[in-house]
């Protein structure tokens, strides 16, 4: 009997020390599983990743809004020796639940606007707002499916920003204190859907299946360091096709919130994208757009990578 308590305190205890040299203000969430049966994860710096099922919510709205990645660190203090490793093998979901909204920011770096034909003269002089459909959303890793009917499929890596909590009217000043965090979002879009059907509306061409890949993490603020100042890329079969830094942006990360909180309330979870720079292949000489069995890679730096490969439509998900 002694024999057994000994074994089972040295167990406790092995526990509690590994419990205690995680890092919870080092943590990145993520979601993994299958599509819309998502559970949420959380990675530390060591690679450990576990499954967080256990606190009981998801990555969205109502954890957001009461403050959730705070309760979930003072929870994982308590928890996160108990709580089952993610297996390597799982799929990455969008790293946040559906958000309320996707707001998109167009035409947001100079050399992009150069690309499609406009000059300096062309750069706006207000932050150019689109939407996203939520129903786009899809993990970092999952295939980027060819619409019905696509002809020109094109790409746009972007850093994306997750409102913290609900905001409206928000001034530039203050406007930091809304970031739960950053993600990488491949802003996929059907040029010709976007920019040459009737009614010139950009939603057309941006909110199909699979257009909006999320992730893999969502990154605290001060674990990104400056994301004015984050160097990003994405290639396609290999080749290197946007390079660029965020300090490019035209419209910075506080104008953009503030500005878009003036005209619609963000609410927790929503995402914001912030625009993509040049090398997209609609701005290629000849353009070039996307095709059945193309890869595509994408990086932001402090955040992570993302990779999908092109699938025709077969007409499911």
């Not at 949420?40 to 450990?48: H, I, K, N, R, S």
């Not at 996707?102 to 150069?114: D, P, Q, R, S, T």
């Not at 913290?164 to 009217?169: G, Q, V």
């Amino acid at each position: 009997m002694k024999k057994l308590l000994v074994i089972a305190y040295i167990l406790l205890m092995t526990v509690a020390v590994s419990a205690q040299t995680l890092n919870h203000s080092l943590i990145k969430l993520f979601r993994f599983g299958s599509f819309e049966n998502e559970k949420p994860a959380v990675e530390y710096p060591d690679g450990t990743r576990l499954d967080i099922s256990a606190f009981g919510e998801d990555y969205n709205e109502a954890f957001f809004a009461k403050d959730g990645i705070k309760r979930l660190q003072s929870w994982l203090q308590l928890n996160s020796g108990k709580c089952p490793n993610v297996a390597s093998t799982e799929r990455y979901g969008s790293c946040v639940a559906r958000p309320s909204k996707i707001v998109a920011i167009g035409l947001n770096y100079a050399e992009h606007i150069k690309e499609g034909g406009g000059s300096s003269a062309s750069i706006p002089k207000e932050p150019v707002i689109f939407l996203k459909a939520t129903s786009a959303l899809c993990g970092p890793f999952d295939n980027a499916i060819i619409p019905k009917g696509s002809e020109k499929m094109d790409w746009e890596v972007e850093l994306a920003i997750i409102i913290s909590k609900k905001a409206s009217y928000v001034s530039e000043a203050e406007a930091m204190n809304f970031v739960a965090g950053y993600s990488i979002m491949n802003d996929y879009s059907e040029r010709a859907w976007q920019l040459q059907k009737d009614g010139g509306q950009w939603d057309k061409g941006k909110s199909s299946d699979t257009f909006a890949p999320l992730g893999p993490y969502l990154v605290l603020p001060q674990n990104v360091n400056d994301p004015q100042a984050l160097n990003l890329w994405l290639k396609v079969n290999g080749k290197v096709m946007q390079d660029a830094n965020t300090k490019d942006m035209i419209f910075k990360i506080a104008k953009l919130i503030s500005y878009t909180s003036e005209h619609m309330t963000l609410l927790p979870g929503d995402v914001i994208s912030t625009g993509t720079p040049s090398g997209v292949g609609s701005g290629q000489k000849p353009p070039v757009f996307l095709k059945a069995g193309d890869e595509v890679e994408l990086y932001i730096e402090n955040i992570g990578t993302q990779k999908q490969k092109v699938v025709s439509w077969s007409g499911r998900r």
